[in-house]
């Protein structure tokens, strides 16, 4: 099983700051035939479900803010909010979805 | 707009079994894979299982495999998971989702989800 290791477990950021989560996975997540990383970025809130906000890695989701962006390739993985705003606090997952199981990282609680 | 909508949840025994149904609406539910997703309390998110879209391939979590088994119906648009010999362990919300032509592709629509709790 391919292992998602995030960092830090818990973050705070002020208002308008950046905010940057980092993301490992056990094994190579790029597959060379599409040169493509099997990596999502998903948010959830209190008593929401999860949001994809990135996948491929760095394709951000259709009405996304652009102040979130991804980055990394193969192995290692950066979420970055540009400019943190309020509603931006919540726990972000990152996910292979390269091979089953189709795992998740531990989370990262963002808080302002 | 794309709607997934699970039911089923509910406090079950250990040992018993339940069945959750996720109805979906808004797209061509035929062209899509879906997937079950679970949280437990206060925990990560862990993918449980998925279906390919004529129900022809399925994939299972090692700690579901043979107590769990994940069907559709695109007929009535529908998505189910028939959970037997469950565990306290078992004990999550329980989401659908919707991922995309390819098995290997992001988990883009999600439903409200659908608490389960095991306990006697």
């Given amino acids: ?112 | 707009e794309v709607q997934l909508v699970e039911s089923g949840g509910g406090l079950v025994q250990p040992g018993g079994s339940l069945r959750l149904s996720c109805a979906a609406s808004g797209f061509i539910f035929s062209s899509y894979w879906m997937i079950w997703v679970r949280q437990a309390p206060g925990k990560g998110l862990e993918w449980v299982a998925n279906i390919k879209q004529d129900g022809s391939e399925k994939y299972y979590v090692d700690s579901v495999k043979g107590r769990f088994t994940i069907s559709r119906d695109n007929a009535k648009n529908s998505l189910l998971l028939q959970m037997n010999s469950l565990r306290a362990e078992d004990t999550a919300v329980y989401f659908c989702a919707r991922g995309g032509f390819y098995a290997e592709d992001p988990f883009d629509c999600w439903g409200q989800g659908a608490l389960v709790t095991v306990s006697s």
Avoid: H
Wanted: glycine share 8%; charged share 15%; with cysteine.
């Fill in chain 1, 1 to 112: 099983d391919i292992v998602m290791t995030q960092s830090p477990d818990s973050l705070a950021v002020s208002l308008g700051e950046r905010a940057t989560i980092n993301c490992k996975s056990s094994q190579s997540v790029l597959y060379s035939s599409t040169n493509n990383n099997y990596l999502g970025w998903y948010q959830q809130k209190p008593g929401q479900p999860p949001k994809l906000l990135i996948y491929w890695a760095s394709t951000r989701e259709s009405g996304v803010p652009d102040r979130f962006s991804g980055s990394g390739s193969g192995t290692d993985f950066t979420l970055t909010i540009s400019s943190l705003q309020a509603e931006d606090v919540a726990v972000y997952y990152c996910q292979q979805y390269y091979s089953t199981p189709y795992t998740f990282g531990q989370g990262t609680k963002l808080e302002i």
